[in-house]
């Protein structure tokens, strides 16, 4: 809950707190690690174990949205599952949105402070993202059981080492150590040489042994004991350096170590690939050959053949001028037959002799007609007669007086 509200203050807390985002970032690493995510999730899904800045986003940083999305979402998902909360996987090709609000759902659950947009998660970095996940990881060490305690810093037990006899040979075993970087349990102060200090042993130790010539030239250490001493200082010697995969000779030695198993795989490839060249090439051979003599063998067979096919050709076309003789006497075997037969002209007198009945039927009709409108006319021009005198009333005489 602190983070909750320093993430509230992020405006109060001054220009350093765009870099915050970092130091949050190598929190979550470490308790990612203490999780065992190595053998949850990366081993389970093949992935790459994340770098110390792999969620901070920064100008600087190469990035990969849609990766850092899709390792945000399967890392919040494992962190909701151990801290006993069912929450299904998400696969490649879900709805990112979908998605987020889920993870937050359950973050909200959990008493988290939700304080900016879902779409800030779907970028897959930033300050936002390393909050969730640090928040979720915070959660299941709760439900693992699991408390900080302060670090027990073992005690490292220092061996008897013989007195030197002189102060030069003090000096250089000082000097030997500060150069093999055996740490020491004081401050950092002590572990710093004082020049000075050598500079003046080192004078009194060449006065000495000015003075002294004789006792440089033998030495009396034993040569048991100073194997002994070489084989314990020894492990200590050995310079150890982290690889890193993102170390340009790492993927140098690894280019050179491919191309040599290239080189050896395509020697081996190449004798297996030219030895089916020749077999191929004595098999087309052979095939050629068997070819020409299956071709000299059937050649007569083959003259035969087209000899035969030419007759068939002109068989045919001479079956086909008969057909075509027979359908053009057919048709004219038909047409003599029709010439010959009277029954087309006693049809057509039978038609003439109706068409005649026809035509006299027709004049009874039309003189029936002309005799009915004439009596019409009749009528009418009697009426209209009549009608006439009718109107001609004559007028009465007038005498002359």
């Not at 807390?13 to 065992?36: H, I, N, S, T, W």
């Not at 002590?190 to 004789?214: V, W």
């Amino acid at each position: 809950m602190a983070d909750d509200n320093r993430r509230g203050e992020d405006d109060e807390r001054g220009p350093g707190a765009a870099y915050q985002m970092f130091v949050v970032m190598e929190d979550l690493l470490d308790k990612l690690k203490l999780l065992d995510y190595e053998e949850e999730v990366l081993s389970k899904h093949n992935m790459k174990p994340l770098s110390r800045h792999y969620f901070a986003s920064s100008a600087y940083m190469p990035s990969n949205p849609g990766e850092q999305f899709f390792m945000f979402t399967i890392i919040a998902s494992w962190l909701i599952n151990k801290a006993g909360r069912p929450f299904e996987q998400p696969q490649e090709y879900d709805d990112p949105n979908a998605t987020v609000a889920n993870i937050l759902s359950h973050l909200r659950a959990f008493g988290g402070l939700v304080d900016f947009p879902p779409s800030k998660l779907k970028a897959g970095s930033g300050e936002h993202v390393c909050y969730v996940l640090d928040r979720l990881a915070e959660e299941a060490l709760k439900k693992t059981g699991f408390t900080w305690r302060r670090p027990n810093y073992p005690t490292e037990e220092m061996e008897d080492e013989s007195v030197m006899e002189d102060d030069a040979e003090l000096t250089l075993s000082k000097v030997e150590d500060n150069m093999t970087g055996e740490p020491d349990d004081d401050d950092e102060e002590e572990n710093i040489m004082d020049l000075e200090a050598l500079k003046s042993r080192t004078n009194q130790s060449e006065a000495s042994l000015s003075s002294k010539p004789d006792n440089i030239l033998e030495s009396n250490t034993d040569a048991t004991e100073w194997n002994l001493e070489v084989e314990r200082v020894l492990p200590q010697l050995k310079v150890t350096i982290r690889t890193d995969n993102k170390d340009w000779r790492i993927h140098v030695d690894q280019m050179h170590q491919h191309k040599d198993g290239i080189k050896s795989s395509l020697k081996e490839a190449k004798g297996y690939l030219d030895k089916l060249q020749e077999e191929i090439g004595k098999t087309l051979e052979k095939v050629g050959s068997r070819e020409k003599y299956i071709n000299n063998q059937l050649e007569h067979l083959i003259q035969e053949y087209r000899s035969t096919q030419a007759k068939l050709s002109e068989v045919d076309s001479a079956t086909q001028s008969l057909e075509e003789l027979e359908k053009v006497k057919q048709e004219m075997e038909e047409k003599g037959s029709s010439m010959s037969d009277g029954a087309p002209v006693v049809r057509i007198k039978q038609s003439l002799t109706k068409l005649k009945q026809e035509i006299v039927q027709m004049d009874i009709r039309i003189g029936v007609v002309e005799h009915t409108l004439l009596q019409a006319k009749l009528k009418e021009k009697s009426k209209m007669t009549r009608e006439m005198h009718a109107t001609n009333i004559p007028e009465p005489a007038v005498g002359v007086y």
